[in-house]
């Protein structure tokens, strides 16, 4: 199965834990954590693209190098000759409490999909996944390019297309763009995998069964509703739920849905049921929370597997 994860990678700057004025620096994005969590579950079941725009600086080419290590395909990476890579840093309080800040208005991947040159690069892959953030960071004509270029390789080659909204109201110009893309995303998708909160933020719903009801109109078969520590529920003729694996050292929830989503699609790549696939989400998503920062260092990430805290 060849996947193209498409979406913005950037660089992520977190205080170091014993000096406040020295920074740790590691790549990070949505769409870049589930591409590299999916790989790390899947190994050779899935062959793996990040299609992207980055600059040509050093930062950038930390990107690449980390795909590479974590062996996801970097050919579909364009190199934007005038712009750098996106920039973010997560302040903690004394209380622990996290903000985030960014630099990203004139990111590298903002260029994304300005021909269609660039959107022809997806008729090479069985499944695209994309986030609301992807469309967001695109320009109107981009945007559009895009998703006109997924529905006709839906439609002509069979194409999976799989979302998640991941809503950021900054990022959007204004709501009304932002539900319109979302809700034609969510109708177009094979793989719907949304969270509560954003769904509720995003289209003003005031219940989980409103948001239940708006995902059977749009059709969608596959997928699952995020519900933080509650469990997801999965989406489709039968909703199942799944009790989520007691968390009793969460460190830090970055990367949570990120982590869930690479789970979900991990567990449908080996022919797991909505219910085993959401167990598998939830135990990635449970691991990955009882680590500082969106992706679990290598060496961590190793041990969990030799330990089998996933079932895979
Ligand atoms: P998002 O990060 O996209 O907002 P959620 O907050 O719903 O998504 O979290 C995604 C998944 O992470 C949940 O479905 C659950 O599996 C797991 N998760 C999040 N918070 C907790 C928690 N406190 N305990 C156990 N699992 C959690």
Not at 63 to 75: Q, S
Not at 113 to 141: C, K, P, Q, W
Request: glycine content about 8%.
């Amino acid at each position: 199965m060849k996947i193209a994860f498409v979406g913005e990678a950037m660089i992520e700057l977190s205080q170091s834990a014993n000096d406040r004025d020295a920074v740790n620096l590691s790549p990070a994005g949505d769409v870049y954590n589930t591409a590299v969590y999916l790989k790390r579950l899947a190994g050779s079941k899935a062959d793996i693209s990040f299609c992207s725009a980055v600059g040509n600086d050093p930062y950038s080419d930390r990107i690449v190098e980390f795909l590479e290590h974590e062996e996801i395909a970097t050919g579909d990476i364009r190199r934007d000759e005038t712009r750098n890579c996106g920039l973010y840093a997560i302040a903690t309080d004394e209380s622990g409490e996290r903000s985030f800040y960014y630099w990203r208005d004139r990111s590298a991947a903002r260029t994304l999909f300005e021909t269609d040159r660039e959107t022809a690069v997806l008729e090479m892959f069985d499944a695209v996944f994309l986030s609301g953030i992807t469309l967001a960071i695109l320009g109107d004509d981009a945007r559009r390019r895009l998703m006109e270029k997924l529905e006709s390789l839906q439609k002509r080659s069979g194409l999976q297309v799989i979302f998640d909204s991941n809503y950021r109201q900054r990022l959007w110009l204004d709501t009304d763009a932002a539900r319109y893309w979302t809700g034609q995303a969510w109708a177009m998708a094979d793989i719907a995998l949304p969270s509560l909160d954003d769904e509720m933020d995003l289209f003003g719903e005031q219940s989980e069964s409103e948001v239940m009801q708006r995902f059977r109109s749009y059709g969608v078969r596959t997928g699952a509703l995020k519900r933080g520590g509650k469990g997801a529920i999965s989406l489709g003729e039968e909703p199942v739920s799944v009790e989520p694996p007691t968390v009793m050292d969460v460190v830090d929830t970055t990367a949570a849905g990120d982590s869930f989503n690479a789970g979900f699609l991990a567990g449908i790549l080996f022919g797991r049921d909505a219910a085993g696939s959401i167990a598998l989400a939830q135990q990635t998503a449970a691991q990955v929370i009882r680590f500082k920062g969106a992706i679990v260092p290598r060496p961590d990430w190793d041990r969990l597997i030799s330990e089998k805290s996933f079932e895979i």
